[in-house]
Each structure stands twice: as C-alpha cells, then as structure tokens.
C-alpha cells in the first residue's frame, strides 16, 4: 500500500518530494495531534501512569508542550540512513529524503529531557530502555504530582470543598 502512494506522488508531484510531505504533514497535523490528545486524556482518565507516544514530528508538531519527559533515541546519522533503507528496503535517495524530512535527530536530541544513544546492539537498547522507564515510573515530585491525574482530582475536590465551605459560611452569616 505504502509502494502505491510513493509512485501516485513521484507522478502527479514532479517536483521535489520534500515539498510534498511536508504539505501533506501540515494539512493532516491538526487532525492527528487531536486524535492523539483525545486518546493519551482517555488514557489518563483510566488511571495510566506512563503513556508512550512514538511520534517521530513531536516537535515539527509543537506536540512537545504536552508530554513530558521527551525521550529521544538518537542515532548518528550515517547509521540511521542504513537502518531505514535496511528496514524499509528503500534506496538510499528514498531513504535521505526521508530523514530530511524530518528535523534532524541532533536538534531533537538538544530538546530532549532524556536522551537513549541507540548506537549500539539491540540488547544494549533494550537495557537502557528499562533503566529509561525505571526513571520515569519513580515516585512524583510535587510538581508532577499536582500535573498528574491524582493532583487534578486532588484540586477539583478541594476546590469543591472550599466552594462548599464558603457557601456554609454565607448562609449562616446571612441568617444572622
């Protein structure tokens, strides 16, 4: 399916394929990062503590005001051309089209919370993902906690209370 689009664009776009995706991204943007929120709130809502979003345009997006912490698993650049023309069996212009589509991992990596250096094998990767998520699950500060689903209840309910309270306190004054 994903062949069929590439030769319709490559026909009906003869200009330069760069242009076209990041048309298309632009014009479907909204529409995803809406989907995306309505689904990460249905999540929060069910009680989940960590939500993982791999969205390779979070920042292209302006996504990356809505999730914290930011990970990102760099690469350096020559490997990640050979690793997507190796996964996609693509050429290696098909493939730097692509990549240059997309900010490069070196601007995304200054932007990050929390970096993942993915030069190495796949099991070095898998173990500095589980010491990635042993950081992330840990205890709240107070800031976090108040940003979580547990703060929001927290504040809506002492803010229920207090109007409650206030209320109580008005009438009984106004009776006197």
Request: with cysteine; aromatic share 10%; glycine share 4%.
């Amino acid at each position: 399916m994903m062949r069929w689009r590439r030769i319709i664009i490559k026909i009906t776009c003869p200009v330069d394929f760069n242009m076209y995706v990041l048309f298309f991204c632009r014009l479907l943007a909204p529409y995803i990062s809406s989907g995306i929120f309505w689904e990460v709130l249905k999540l929060w809502l069910k009680g989940f503590k960590v939500i993982v979003l791999d969205i390779p345009l979070l920042f292209e997006n302006k996504m990356d005001r809505w999730t914290k912490p930011i990970i990102v698993v760099w690469v350096d650049p020559e490997t990640q051309l050979q690793r997507l023309m190796l996964r996609d069996r693509t050429s290696e212009n098909d493939a730097r089209n692509r990549i240059n589509a997309q900010m490069s991992l070196d601007l995304k990596r200054t932007k990050a919370d929390i970096v993942i250096e993915n030069t190495g094998s796949h099991e070095d990767l898998k173990e500095k993902l589980k010491n990635v998520l042993f950081g992330v699950t840990k205890p709240l500060s107070w800031t976090e906690l108040w940003l979580s689903r547990q703060g929001a209840l927290s504040a809506l309910v002492s803010i229920i209370v207090g109007v409650l309270v206030l209320i109580k306190v008005y009438n009984s004054d106004t009776k006197l």
